[in-house]
């Protein structure tokens, strides 16, 4: 069950833990954009990712920890032009080992709650083609699919398609500071 772990943004000081989470969470599967190695490659490269979500305004990065080790993770990207930023690019990962425990709803909720307060409307993300799993659980958090990037990736010595899918929130009224 997702009570046995404690989901926050994380701490510098952990960034060790962080580091190590990710080249693992990269590692055990082909279906991120990302290979091992090109998240980050030192303890300092962490502690610059951690200090950039928690410095930038629409940026959140949230960890799932079992006791004090990472097993999940969920980000949120603001748009950061004028134009764009009511949208937000959003992606997770979860350990092998600690899949189908709830983790992706309960990280997709607080991304979603992030939004909201953010006054972000459109959340979006891919997915690999050939990862129906995870195409199937966005579309169970109510992500739609919009269209195709065709041989978009090159993996394991094949080009793989990249589906685009998004979210629309509702708008909520920005509090003006006068009530």
């Not at 510098?12 to 989470?21: G, K, N, P, Q, S």
């Amino acid at each position: 069950m997702a009570e046995r772990y404690q989901i926050r943004p994380p701490h510098l000081d952990e960034a060790d833990r962080l580091l190590i989470f990710g080249n693992r969470l990269l590692e055990e599967t082909p279906f991120y954009l990302r290979s091992p190695g090109e998240r980050a490659n030192t303890v300092a490269e962490m502690e610059n990712i951690i200090r950039w979500y928690a410095e930038t305004p629409a940026q959140l990065m949230l960890n799932a920890f079992h006791d004090a080790t990472p097993v999940a993770e969920a980000v949120l990207m603001g748009g950061r032009l004028q134009r764009t930023r009511r949208t937000a690019l959003v992606g997770i990962g979860v350990l092998k080992a600690h899949q189908s425990a709830g983790l992706g709803r309960k990280l997709m909720a607080a991304l979603e709650e992030f939004a909201l307060r953010s006054h972000i409307h459109r959340l979006e993300l891919t997915v690999l083609s050939k990862n129906p799993r995870a195409r199937e659980f966005y579309h169970r958090q109510g992500y739609q699919h919009e269209g195709v990037k065709r041989d978009a990736a090159f993996i394991d010595e094949a080009y793989v398609d990249e589906e685009m899918m998004a979210k629309l929130l509702p708008v909520l009224p920005e509090h003006d500071g006068t009530g």
